[in-house]
T-cell receptor, first 112, second 114 residues
Framework: GAGVSQTPSNKVTEKGKYVELRCDPISGHTALYWYRQSLGQGPEFLIYFQGTGAADDSGLPNDRFFAVRPEGSVSTLKIQRTERGDSAVYLC??????????FGPGTRLTVL | AQSVTQPDIHITVSEGASLELRCNYSYGATPYLFWYVQSPGQGLQLLLKYFSGDTLVQGIKGFEAEFKRSQSSFNLRKPSVHWSDAAEYFCAVAFTGGGNKLTFGTGTQLKVEL
């Protein structure tokens, strides 16, 4: 079946701009996670949704980062006033019941 | 806070040789344990997981891992490596009751010599 999809696969933006990254989870998966992977590092947790609500947003680095999942399916990660340090691969994962997570291919964000 | 250590940043093995990738974790109780593999341009693929029960777990692609509580380790093994196994391997842990958000190690880059 279809896996987790993320769009765009690559995003290049300029410092100070606003970006949105989209995640389509596996159908029926109630849990959705966002992670950020910087070069040479393992992924780092950002936020976790159970259904429509953010159950844990402790990993969001600051208030420039925000994520929504209004209908309990697709999620959008929003970054305001992007900075060069935001450049990374943003990974989305979904899970049927908060145990095993299935990852998408990621969105590579480059902030010039 | 929980943490995961993968002490080997790079490992090179010859095709057909055995492989062991090390993973140690720091956590007050037994967490859920995972190994993921990431090939260039690809997402993370789950190799295997340990939640409870038998401490030797079998995964896909001929990989296995053994949970050793006394050593807080969850090392990944494969008896005979194939050239297609060249990739980056990540160990991850999640603690129960926390929504199972994953904490990853920094990864081990595996190179396979033909």
């Amino acid at each position: 079946g279809a896996g987790v999809s993320q769009t765009p696969s690559n995003k290049v933006t300029e410092k100070g701009k606003y970006v949105e990254l989209r995640c389509d989870p596996i159908s029926g998966h109630t849990a959705l996670y966002w992670y950020r992977q910087s070069l040479g590092q393992g992924p780092e947790f950002l936020i976790y949704f159970q259904g429509t609500g953010a159950a844990d947003d402790s990993g969001l680095p600051n208030d420039r980062f925000f994520a929504v999942r209004p209908e309990g399916s697709v999620s959008t990660l929003k970054i305001q006033r992007t900075e060069r340090g935001d450049s990374a691969v943003y990974l989305c994962a979904s899970s049927p019941s908060s145990d095993t997570q299935y990852f998408g291919p990621g969105t590579r964000l480059t902030v010039l | 806070a929980q943490s995961v250590t993968q002490p080997d940043i790079h490992i090179t093995v010859s095709e057909g040789a055995s492989l062991e990738l090390r993973c140690n974790y720091s956590y007050g109780a037994t967490p859920y344990l995972f190994w993921y593999v990431q090939s260039p341009g690809q997402g993370l693929q789950l190799l295997l997981k340990y939640f409870s029960g038998d401490t030797l777990v079998q995964g896909i692609k001929g990989f296995e891992a053994e949970f050793k509580r006394s050593q807080s380790s969850f090392n990944l093994r494969k008896p005979s490596v194939h050239w297609s196994d060249a990739a980056e391997y990540f160990c991850a842990v999640a603690f129960t009751g926390g929504g199972n958000k994953l904490t990853f190690g920094t990864g081990t880059q595996l190179k396979v010599e033909l």
